[in-house]
T-cell receptor, first 112, second 111 residues
Framework: GQQLNQSPQSMFIQEGEDVSMNCTSS?????WLWYKQDPGEGPVLLIA?????ELTSNGRLTAQFGITRKDSFLNISASIPSDVGIYFC????????????FGQGTELSVKP | KAGVTQTPRYLIKTRGQQVTLSCSPI?????VSWYQQTPGQGLQFLFE???????NKGNFPGRFSGRQFSNSRSEMNVSTLELGDSALYLC??????????FGSGTRLTVV
């Protein structure tokens, strides 16, 4: 099935460090979304981006919608143990309704 | 405000059987999408229903079907189960393409 290219696949960092992950696509999207998933649960929306070039923050999280509309990145500053989980990017298009294309996920581990 | 509710949380079925999963969206949301999540393929879109009509469909065989009721609750059905259908099935509801909210999922195991 169709997937976005998300990297890195996994990260193992020290508490307090900053984290950066990104997604790229060969297709243009109108919306980029970032989700976090904990084991046994569904993805939880972190940040939604609607406009090319848009930079949006949510606490320690910052995400940007690439100018070409084919990429997005997510930064987490000053990581804490509860940041552990799998982060997914997802792209959406207005003419595709609720159909989101997801990246493969970035598994984040934080060492206290 | 209640979130997206999926039932059951866990299910074990035998190959060849069929299964029905249920999703109650957030009140007021008319769009319900279904996704399959597996370790190998990740999150894959199954289909979306909006106001009781299928609006979009992913690349899954016809054994996977769904429907939506007038109260926006949705069900998905998988017939003639195969071992490869073992997955976490996720439902998401939204009022537009921005910010779809996911339920906790139904973990289906086919033996």
């Amino acid at each position: 099935g169709q997937q976005l290219n998300q990297s890195p696949q996994s990260m193992f960092i020290q508490e307090g460090e900053d984290v950066s992950m990104n997604c790229t696509s060969s297709s243009i999207f109108n919306t980029w979304l970032w989700y976090k998933q904990d084991p046994g649960e569904g993805p939880v929306l972190l940040i939604a981006l609607y406009k090319a070039g848009e930079l949006t923050s949510n606490g320690r999280l910052t995400a940007q919608f690439g100018i070409t509309r084919k990429d997005s990145f997510l930064n987490i500053s000053a990581s804490i143990p509860s940041d552990v989980g799998i982060y997914f990017c997802a792209g959406g298009s207005y003419n595709q309704g609720g159909k989101l294309i997801f990246g493969q996920g970035t598994e984040l581990s934080v060492k206290p | 405000k209640a979130g997206v509710t999926q039932t059951p949380r866990y299910l074990i079925k035998t190959r060849g059987q069929q299964v029905t999963l249920s999703c109650s969206p957030i009140s007021g949301h008319r769009s319900v999408s279904w996704y399959q999540q597996t370790p190998g393929q990740g999150l894959q879109f199954l289909f979306e229903y909006f106001s009781e009509t299928q609006r979009n469909k992913g690349n899954f065989p016809g054994r996977f079907s769904g429907r939506q009721f007038s109260n926006s609750r949705s069900e998905m059905n998988v017939s003639t189960l195969e071992l490869g259908d073992s997955a976490l099935y996720l439902c998401a509801s939204g009022a537009g393409v921005d910010g779809y909210t996911f339920g906790s999922g139904t973990r289906l195991t086919v033996v």
